[in-house]
């Protein structure tokens, strides 16, 4: 049925509709509001069902019934599917055995080189003993080498942050080959003088090789320690 309307004519045989809409049967009001809650419905046709609504029960009582259906049909309950969690963490632990010997090794030299630049840099930094230098002096350079093994130890504490010490390792290590290049073919200083540079350089490689190879995280080497 179609909902009442008042008309008034306007001159001739032209009608004047109290709507912009047009009329809308109630057929074609429940195909639209199908096709709206399947979102193919235009905003013309939309609109022409919200003014039949107004007027028509049969097809408010359609609209309702018709929204439960739809919800009904798209939101239920989610089929049961199988556990898989234990059967693939069962696998985490042998895969991640297989490659942990690989990815850990440069963080344990890297823990040596960092323990002995400690070492050596004890003297100078707490005596002022520098290979006859100044204790003022002595006790800098041995800051910069304490610094730098307790930047070492941090990395091979936590291999993400090797990337971030690399910078700084490199341009130290630079520096110092440089300037111990110089040194010696001066002849200020014998090559055995600046043999402790060599360490700089090893932790510069072993810290390069730990920036570029992927680590296992904290949680999976707890898992293949106890494994």
């Given at each position: 049925?179609?909902?009442?309307?008042?008309?008034?004519?306007?001159?001739?045989?032209?009608?004047?509709?109290?709507?912009?809409?047009?009329?809308?049967?109630?057929?074609?009001?429940?195909?639209?509001?199908?096709?709206?809650?399947?979102g193919e419905a235009s905003e013309l046709d939309a609109a022409a069902a919200d003014a039949h609504l107004v007027g028509c029960a049969e097809c408010r009582a359609f609209e309702g019934s018709a929204t439960a259906l739809h919800r009904s049909l798209r939101v239920r309950p989610a089929e049961p599917v199988p556990d898989l969690t234990a059967a693939i963490l069962a696998k985490v632990p042998a895969a991640a055995g297989r490659a942990a010997p690989v990815r850990e090794w440069p963080r344990y030299a890297l823990f040596a080189v960092a323990l002995t630049q400690l070492l050596l840099a004890l003297p100078a930094l707490l005596l002022g003993d520098d290979g006859g230098t100044t204790a003022h002096v002595a006790r800098e350079l041995g800051s910069w080498d304490v610094a730098l093994g307790i930047g070492l130890l941090v990395a091979a504490w936590q291999p993400r942050r090797a990337a971030g010490l690399l910078p700084f390792a490199a341009a130290l290590a630079a520096a110092l080959a440089v300037t111990a290049a110089f040194d010696v073919a001066g002849g200020r200083v014998p090559i055995a003088g600046e043999a402790h540079h060599v360490l700089d350089v090893a932790g510069l490689a072993v810290l390069w090789v730990l920036a570029r190879t992927p680590t296992l995280p904290p949680r999976a080497r707890a898992r293949v320690t106890t494994a």
């Amino acid at each position: 049925r179609s909902s009442t309307t008042t008309s008034s004519r306007v001159g001739g045989n032209q009608l004047e509709s109290p709507s912009d809409y047009p009329f809308m049967r109630c057929e074609e009001c429940r195909e639209a509001v199908s096709a709206r809650l399947d979102g193919e419905a235009s905003e013309l046709d939309a609109a022409a069902a919200d003014a039949h609504l107004v007027g028509c029960a049969e097809c408010r009582a359609f609209e309702g019934s018709a929204t439960a259906l739809h919800r009904s049909l798209r939101v239920r309950p989610a089929e049961p599917v199988p556990d898989l969690t234990a059967a693939i963490l069962a696998k985490v632990p042998a895969a991640a055995g297989r490659a942990a010997p690989v990815r850990e090794w440069p963080r344990y030299a890297l823990f040596a080189v960092a323990l002995t630049q400690l070492l050596l840099a004890l003297p100078a930094l707490l005596l002022g003993d520098d290979g006859g230098t100044t204790a003022h002096v002595a006790r800098e350079l041995g800051s910069w080498d304490v610094a730098l093994g307790i930047g070492l130890l941090v990395a091979a504490w936590q291999p993400r942050r090797a990337a971030g010490l690399l910078p700084f390792a490199a341009a130290l290590a630079a520096a110092l080959a440089v300037t111990a290049a110089f040194d010696v073919a001066g002849g200020r200083v014998p090559i055995a003088g600046e043999a402790h540079h060599v360490l700089d350089v090893a932790g510069l490689a072993v810290l390069w090789v730990l920036a570029r190879t992927p680590t296992l995280p904290p949680r999976a080497r707890a898992r293949v320690t106890t494994a």
